[in-house]
């Protein structure tokens, strides 16, 4: 039987573990941010802060976390399936959150996709979140980028 539960900070060696574990994950879209050197710079720009659980030394479950020094951006929350059910996402979320708060940031924001269901169920399941009808979402990409 497997042993997992070991919490630990991501680091950048993760990299190629973890895009695998996003490519297969339903309802996570993998972007040019998510490559080896954007992934590599989020670290460095707010380290500690994200994270992942360990089955067998292979990722399971991760949570990508930072702040621009007013709210918290999560990004990536998922338990792979095999392992889903165990609280693992709650572990995740709560550690982040409380790292977080250390940083003194004590609001964050997820954005998930709408055709994410599982996602969808989750957040809409945690006590203390709530969905934003206030706003809307606009994105683009620096000029040649």
């Not at 708060?101 to 809409?124: C, E, N, Q, T, Y």
């Amino acid at each position: 039987m497997p042993t997992f539960g070991h919490m630990r900070e991501i680091v950048t060696t993760d990299h190629a573990a973890l895009l695998a574990l996003w490519l297969r994950t339903p309802g996570i879209q993998v972007r040019d941010e998510d490559a080896y050197a954007p992934f590599c710079a989020y670290l460095a720009r707010n380290p500690g802060l994200s994270l992942l659980i360990e089955a067998d030394g292979q990722p399971i479950a991760c949570l990508m976390a930072g702040h621009d020094g007013r709210r918290g951006y999560l990004q990536h929350l998922l338990v792979d399936e095999a392992w889903r059910g165990r609280g693992l996402a709650t572990r995740l979320l709560d550690e982040a959150l409380r790292r977080l708060a250390v940083l003194g940031i004590h609001k964050s924001h997820v954005f998930v996709l709408r055709d994410a269901p599982d996602a969808l169920a989750f957040w809409r399941g945690r006590g203390g979140w709530g969905e934003r009808q206030d706003i809307e979402v606009f994105s683009t990409r620096a000029v040649g980028a």
